[in-house]
Structure formats: C-alpha cells, structure tokens
DNA sequence: GTTGACACAGCACATATGGTCTGATAACTT
DNA sequence: AAGTTATCAGACCATATGTGCTGTGTCAAC
C-alpha cells in the first residue's frame, strides 16, 4: 500500500475538493486538468485511477463527471456529514434505552444532520431528547438534544450517562472512581457531586456533546 | 410569486434530492428522465427550465449534470449546510463585539459547520465561545459555542445576549419588559430573575442556539 | 547497454449529454 | 368556437467528456 500521494495527486484531490465546494457536482477529467495545469487528460486519468486504487474516491465509468469522494478523500470536505439517530427521550426515573444493534442511521427515527468533527471522531453516536429539568446540574435543560456514544467503559472525568440502580434514575455527571466507590460531579460547579458504591451505577454511554436550539 | 410547482416539477426536484444524496452529483436529463418515466428529454429540459426561472435551482448551459439546487430547491437536502464565523469570546466583563458589517462567512475566523435547520432559520447568524464560568445562569458552561442573530428588536420571552451599562457586563437570559424596567430571567429556573431599569439594557442579539462537545 | 516500470504527452474515438426544432394535446381565455 | 398558453412527444444535432492507443523521457535494476 503506497500511503504516500504523488504531489500531482493531492494537487488534483485537492482541486476535486475545492471544486465541489464551489459547485454542487465533481469536475470533468479536463477541468482537472485545466485547474491543475496537466497538459494532458492521459495524465488526469492515469491519477485518477491511481487515486482510486488507494481508496480516495471512487469512479463510475462511463459517467461524465462520475467521481464520488470516499474515506480519506472526504477528510476536510463539507460532505463530511453523518446523521444521528434520536432514539427517544432522556429523563429522570426513565430506563434509558441505548441501543444494543449496531446503530445505524436507519429508518423510523428523527435524524439529526451534524459535521462528522463535532462528535470527536466517536463511533456510533445517537441522540436522546431531554425531558424535564432534572438535569440541570449538567446544565441541561428541557428540551436539549445530548450525544451519547455508547460505551460501558469510560475514563476518569468523562461525562456519562449512569443509571443508580437504587434511585432508579438516569443523570448526567461527570464520573471518577474513587476505591470502590464512584463521584459523580455535577458539571455546575456551585452544586455538590454525590458519592455511591460502584455496584449501584451502570455507565451507559459516554456524553459527546449537547445542543439547545431556541 | 412562486405559483405553485406541478406534480412534474415536484417530482423532478425530489429525484434530484434522492439523487444527489445516493451519489455526490447531480443526475443528468436522462437520468431524470427515467427516474421520473418522463417520454421526452425536452420535457425534461422545459421543466427544468421553469424550476430555474422559479429559483429552485441554478443551470449551467452546456455542462452535463450542471444543476446547482438553490433556495427553497435544498430545502430537506444534505447540503443545506452553512458555515458560521466563530467571531470571538464572550465573558462577564467583557464587551460583546457584534458583528456590524454584513455577517459574510469570511475568512479571518474560524467557523463551524451547521445544518441551516438547527439556526431556525435566521440569517447573518455568528458564533461566540463562551469563556469563564459566569453564564451559568443561562445553562451555558465555559467552552460552548453560542449561535447568535444580530438584532435588537426582540419580543419578551427571547433569551437575548443583552450588555448591562452600568454592570459593565454581558449577560445570556430570557427578556421581558415591565414598563419601565427590564426583567431578565435565568433559564436555570432555579435562580431568581434581575429587573433593571430599560435605559441600562441594549440588547445585542438573539441566541437561537447553544452548542457543547465534550 | 538493455530492460522495464513509471509518470507523462498528444491525439483520436466513441458516447454521454445538453440543447433545439417541429408538432401534437391539453388547458384556459375571451 | 376560436385563439392563446402551458405541457408534452419524438427526432436530431452539437459538443462535452470519458477512454484507449501510441510514444517519450526518466530512473533504477540487472
């Protein structure tokens, strides 16, 4: 595997990106080869096929203009957008339901559209609706939108979803082990954190972010 | 203006969506053609025209899959995507900087990238991120981004960025007039509203959204 | 030196694709 | 009913565009 791109090649992959920003649809093999001064479409098409060998974009034959960006092609393009999954509601006293299956973006929940960046490269985010105000110490409030990305093991200060098996309940907390003991810390920093026994808290997912809209 | 679109051109433009969302481009009059059953390239190309001169999209005359969707023609599509200029910090203290100039996406600032749904459809929306702890009130942490419309005519019940001239400080809450006076209510419900005379309030824009990741 | 892979140049060809011209039908006006 | 407009059909043309063929210079291996 050559990781390595040719100069002309990540002058021409980077023209295909500019360009499809600029315009809604790729550019031709002699666009190409005008933007990147190539003096001939031999050339254009000698890279474009080695591009695609190394899984930068994908070409449909036959097609004017059949170049499909993919995997490290997409990187730093606006293309770079994933749909997230709502699966339901969060709130105190709820179960809260994370997907077991693989979390495709599939049909029969809302989706919300977001920049792959904004999830902090995490796999499999999905979304939950804030109900109520009882995650205010998280400085969530009714009717936030929170990421989760689903995970039981999680690192000292990550903010996750725990559910205390005695309080039946779900919280947002920032989450530390101390002993056998667990803290967990209110992200509003004038409230106290609470202390419980490991055994009663299950982490259920790892927060990546919030978003409000108003 | 808009007289209403036939069930054609209706159709045509959904192909369009669908079609530019499986691939990264746009469909040609052929592929429109059989996507749609339609006899005739030519009726593809007049209809095709009428959704041009009704600014659903944009045509570029002889270049094959020169279809560029505009305005209302995004409307539900992945690419209604619009950059937001990061234009600086906001903190207790500090002076809100308002972007006076028409808010262009420039270059200069960092940016985030949105779906154009998630600002509720203002316009010359910017972004600030918030610095310091002082916003806590509003559900606001140090480190979120919070998306602002310029404006200073805003109804009661608003969450405003509102600069307070005697406190010398900005600050993030709900406004409401009382006559004479100014109530500015945290949307953390658990703290109490300020009522300040309206001569000591200018508001300097509209929060229409609160943005963490973590 | 010969060989051969590699990147490039130039050209020519086939077809993919947008546009146009001529009428036909339906819908709507007066 | 006659005229006018909007929409559609089918055929045809011009060109936009992907691709194949032949050749050239470079460079390292043998």
Redesign the pocket.
């Known amino acids: 595997m050559p990781p390595k791109l040719?100069?002309?090649?990540q002058d021409i992959l980077e023209f295909i990106q500019a360009f499809m920003e600029e315009h809604q649809f790729?550019?031709?093999?002699?666009?190409i080869q005008a933007g990147c001064e190539?003096?001939?479409?031999?050339?254009?098409?000698?890279?474009?096929h080695?591009l695609q060998q190394n899984n930068f974009l994908k070409?449909?034959?036959?097609?004017?203009?059949?170049?499909e960006l993919i995997g490290e092609g997409l990187r730093g393009s606006k293309r770079d957008i994933i749909s997230i999954p709502i699966m339901g509601n969060i709130a105190a006293g709820e179960p809260l339901h994370v997907p077991d299956a693989p979390t495709t973006a599939d049909e029969g929940y809302d989706e919300v559209d977001l920049p792959a960046s904004m999830t902090g490269g995490a796999q499999n985010v999905f979304a939950l609706r804030v109900k109520g105000e009882s995650m205010i110490d998280a400085l969530v409030a009714d009717g936030d939108l929170v990421l989760l990305e689903p995970t039981t093991e999680v690192s000292n200060g990550d903010m996750v979803a725990a559910w205390l098996n005695d309080e039946e309940e779900t919280t947002l907390k920032r989450f530390y082990i101390e002993g056998d003991m667990v803290r967990l810390q209110p992200a509003n920093s004038t409230m106290q954190p609470i202390r419980v026994p490991a055994s009663n808290v299950s982490v259920r997912g790892r927060v990546v972010g919030v978003f409000r809209t108003l």
């Open positions: 040719s100069r002309r090649q790729p550019p031709t093999v002699r666009d190539i003096s001939s479409t031999s050339v254009v098409d000698y890279n474009l080695k070409r449909l034959p036959e097609v004017s203009r059949g170049i």
